[in-house]
Nanobody, 126 residues
């Protein structure tokens, strides 16, 4: 059973940066499409970025385009999302999700992913 683990969350000032990691103990994520989603208090979960296993370019929600970059380290079998110019509205619990059957990743359909991590909290505040 694939268990995803996110790390790298924390407190950052507005305008700051964080890089979140998504890994799976004993597994490589190289063959999985990985999506990054977030859920802020009182709000619905939303997709922010994703990367396919081999097909297509990474995809981003408009709200983070130009600020977030999702990438893989195939030597480690992990996936990252670098988040720049963070703003208070980016405060949320961030989740990575994975699926081995997707040809292309999606940020709009959380249900497309079979595996989810427990989340890592990101707080943007001065």
């Amino acid at each position: 059973q694939l268990q995803l683990v996110e790390s790298g969350g924390g407190l950052v000032q507005p305008g700051g940066s964080l890089t979140l990691s998504c890994a799976a103990s004993g597994f490589t994520l190289n063959y999985y499409a990985i999506g990054w989603f977030r859920q802020a208090p009182g709000k619905e979960r939303e997709g922010v970025a994703c990367i396919g296993s081999s097909l297509g370019d990474p995809s981003y929600a408009d709200i983070v385009k130009g600020r977030f970059t999702v990438f893989r380290d195939r030597t480690k079998g992990t996936v990252y999302v670098q988040m720049n110019n963070l703003q208070p509205e980016d405060t949320a619990v961030y989740y990575c999700a994975g699926d081995i059957t997707l040809d292309r990743c999606t940020v709009s359909t959380a249900g497309a992913y079979d595996y989810w991590g427990q989340g890592t909290e990101v707080t943007v505040s001065s």
